[in-house]
């Protein structure tokens, strides 16, 4: 006498198992570009993070002078903490005739080797002597 088997107890086959394992390599493969503009907006963003924190201290220098005289223009070279070169150029405005008064500021953060521009900030410095 044979037994029949039934469909119900026959499990998954081999065939099912690589088409599966076929179907899950084709959806990590198709991640994989998402995964990589993720790793190079976030290094982008952490070199703009760092220009900002350069152009703040910059700032807050400036901030703290009482004499128009003292607040310096011109250029300064930084490097952020995984090697990125900046350059910040620094501008003071037209000093006050009369004291108390107040001289425009800005700094501007650039990357040296591509040349773009991540951070500019303008600011009112309050002085209380020439």
């Known amino acids: 006498m044979t037994t029949a088997r039934k469909r119900a107890d026959d499990g998954i ?3 099912e198992v690589v088409v ?4 899950l390599a084709i959806l990590a493969i198709a991640m994989v570009p ?3 503009q993720g790793l190079i907006q976030s290094k982008n963003n952490a070199t703009i993070a760092s220009a900002t924190q350069f152009v703040d201290a910059e700032l807050d220098a400036a901030s703290a002078l009482s004499a128009c005289g003292s607040i310096a223009s011109g250029t ?3 490097t952020d903490s995984r090697g990125v070169s900046l350059t ?9 005739t009369t004291y108390p008064g107040t001289v425009s500021y800005s700094v501007t953060a650039v990357r040296t080797d591509t040349g ?6 303008s600011t009112l410095i309050y002085l209380t002597g020439g």
């Not at 599966?20 to 179907?23: E, F, G, K, S």
Request: proline share 4%; glycine share 8%; aromatic share 0%.
């Open 13 to 15: 086959g081999l065939i």
């Open 76 to 78: 300064v070279s930084k």
């Open 34 to 36: 998402l995964l990589m």
């Open 88 to 96: 910040l150029t620094r501008t003071r405005g037209t000093c006050p």
């Open 116 to 121: 773009a521009t991540l951070v500019t900030a």
């Open 20 to 23: 599966a394992m076929l179907v």
